[in-house]
């Protein structure tokens, strides 16, 4: 069972990955449209222990946007795998794709920590609610990873 913490920095790594939150009050807001009770002690506690970064946005407007760190330590590495784990039903392959099924609303968490850990094999990834799409350069790949992926989530 997942505590409150866990859940509020999973919905976290969610709106980073695919929204452009500039600021903690930003963050804050979503995070209490999404349900979640939160202050702004909280939200810089747990940008904190993310290690989210704040990184130039792409596009026209000049601002900043927070991010997962590009290099991750094992810690981090730990806590991505987690958020795999934790929101993992199933996978199979079809043709060049992996497809993830995973709990109901955690697909895009999924996504971004399988994007986050930089997972050489993966081309790109599309997350819905409940399935992600993981496109690979051949059918082999896509088997080869998905043996990757099961023996990483048995340690």
Known sequence: MKNE????????LELITTSS????????????EAG????????????????LTKVASDGIA??????????????ERIKLR???LDGFVSMDTANNLLVIRTFNG??????AALDSMGVPEIVG??????????ATKSEKTAASLMNKLKRSMEK
């Open 5 to 12: 913490r866990q859940r509020r920095q999973e919905k976290i």
């Open 21 to 32: 939150v500039e600021t903690q009050t930003e963050l804050a807001t979503l995070l209490k």
């Open 36 to 51: 979640f009770r939160v202050t702004q002690a909280t939200v810089s506690r747990d940008i904190h222990q993310m290690k």
């Open 62 to 75: 000049e601002g900043y946007r927070y991010e997962l760190p590009i290099k991750h330590n094992q810690g």
């Open 82 to 84: 987690r958020v795999l």
């Open 106 to 111: 955690m697909a895009m968490a999924v996504a």
């Open 125 to 134: 990834c599309i997350a819905g609610d409940d399935v992600i799409f993981c």
